[in-house]
């Protein structure tokens, strides 16, 4: 059965997933009942986690999720689409890293996982971003600052979830028109509002909400849950894998 949302007739071909406070809760435990209808959507669909966590994470998530490694890393920073295929870098390290030792300097800033960053830089969440932004703004006016929820993920400003999965997808023959995408937080709203249908969880904020085709009235895991359920119930999913 095909739908038409805006419009056109849609069936979903792939799910795009942020991780942290989509699958998971407020302290990062992945849901129970997230995870295997992750495990069972892997059959009916192509599954791709977009995260802003690292390559070498995000490949493990997609190991014991059983998703296949089609992964955007790093907000869009890096993206493969297996666990044997070369990664395609978008972002620029080496340029983010200029302006590190400048937020050191006035803020006292502390990297995360800075080895493992193939595309961006990241930073704990213990400074004044509004002040940050406009000194990064001035030193570099292609970069951006990002917070998550999280942390703070230091990037170029034409890097994005959006572009990044719409890299990806180009590989499956398929079109960000037949992806659906689920986010939590507002570094995804550019690739919710790309993605053919969108869905978020009751714990995302307002102008997240305000982009999605559908927002769960449940959060975290529980709320995936039921956007899945949403989107088999009314067609853009044929249920082959008995999900629930």
Same mark, same amino acid.
């Given at each position: ?19 942290d ?9 992945l ?11 892997s ?20 190991? @014991?999720?059983?998703?296949?490694? &089609?992964?955007?890393? %790093?907000?869009? +920073?890096?993206?493969? *689409?297996?666990? $044997? ?31 493992y ?14 002040e ?35 890299? @990806?997808?180009?590989t499956?023959? &398929?079109?960000?028109? %037949?992806?659906? +995408?689920?986010?939590? *937080?507002?570094? $995804? ?15 995302a ?12 009235p ?27």
């Amino acid at each position: 059965m095909e739908l038409r949302i805006n419009g056109e007739n849609m069936q979903v071909k792939v799910v795009a997933t942020d991780i942290d406070g989509t699958l998971t809760d407020r302290s990062r435990k992945l849901n129970p009942s997230a995870l295997q209808v992750v495990q069972n959507l892997s059959e009916c669909v192509k599954v791709v986690l977009a995260t802003g966590n690292t390559l070498c994470f995000t490949w493990a998530c997609s190991v @014991l999720l059983g998703t296949g490694g &089609a992964v955007v890393a %790093e907000n869009g +920073a890096v993206v493969a *689409s297996g666990y $044997d295929s070369e990664p395609l870098i978008l972002g620029d390290k080496e340029r983010c890293l200029r302006v590190y030792p400048i937020l050191v300097e006035k803020f006292s800033a502390r990297a995360l996982d800075i080895d493992y960053r193939l595309g961006e830089v990241v930073l704990e969440r213990n400074f004044c971003l509004s002040e940050a932004k406009r000194i990064v703004e001035q030193y570099d006016p292609e970069l951006e600052l990002v917070d998550t929820d999280f942390a703070i993920h230091v990037k170029l400003k034409n890097v994005s979830k959006a572009r990044g999965l719409e890299r @990806l997808v180009s590989t499956f023959s &398929a079109s960000m028109d %037949e992806v659906a +995408a689920f986010g939590d *937080s507002r570094n $995804d709203i550019p690739m919710l509002e790309k993605a053919g249908v969108s869905l978020t969880v009751a714990n995302a904020p307002s102008d997240v909400k305000g982009v999605c085709d559908y927002v769960s009235p449940h959060p975290f895991g529980e709320g995936f849950v039921d956007g899945v359920r949403w989107l088999v119930e009314r067609g853009f999913i044929e249920d082959v894998a008995g999900l629930f």
